[in-house]
């Protein structure tokens, strides 16, 4: 089963269609690391991270794992962890997943570039909760907290998401 993302930001599943935000950079084929860009591509859904504190553990068919304070993502291409999850602290750059803002209260890390990472093709590459004013990501694909719940308990098992590079 495929997720499709539209680059006018919309995500279309099982005949639905939701409203998404894309990173600030657009869609590109040639994703590199801080340039805002969503990759363009056909990318595995890996699994479901929750905040325990804030929500229920979901009903997903994708394994679920709850996350801790002391998680993060390394985003520094020099690191060996470069594209992995990794507990805090943690000697090299990495993003933290507990957030205050509520962003990664539900976030599923989307099959790019990490079978295995290639250091500075981009990192961090979530399906998430929106903020509320659909802002750009920093490179994810990200859907207001009703419709990623919403979409959650219907994801198959094997599920992908299809990201169509730009037309030109």
Not at 61 to 78: H, N
Not at 110 to 119: E, K, M
Not at 142 to 156: S, Y
């Amino acid at each position: 089963m495929t997720l499709t993302v539209d680059p006018a930001g919309w995500l279309e599943f099982a005949g639905q269609s939701m409203r998404c935000a894309l990173g600030r950079g657009r869609i590109k084929r040639d994703k590199r690391e801080g340039d805002g860009a969503t990759p363009a591509g056909r990318f595995a859904l890996r699994e479901l991270l929750y905040r325990p504190d804030r929500l229920a553990p979901p009903v997903c068919a994708l394994p679920v794992r709850a996350l801790t304070p002391e998680d993060g993502w390394c985003d520094d291409p020099a690191h060996g962890d470069y594209n992995r999850m990794v507990m805090l602290p943690h000697p090299a750059r990495c993003e933290r997943l507990w957030r205050e803002d509520g962003v990664y209260d539900l976030v599923i890390p989307l099959g790019y570039n990490d079978d295995p990472p290639r250091p500075g093709l981009g990192s961090a590459i979530f399906l998430h909760v929106a903020r509320p004013d659909f802002d750009p990501t920093e490179g994810c694909v990200a859907l207001a907290l009703p419709d990623l719940l919403a979409l959650i308990g219907q994801l198959p098992e094997n599920c992908w998401i299809e990201i169509p590079p730009p037309a030109h």
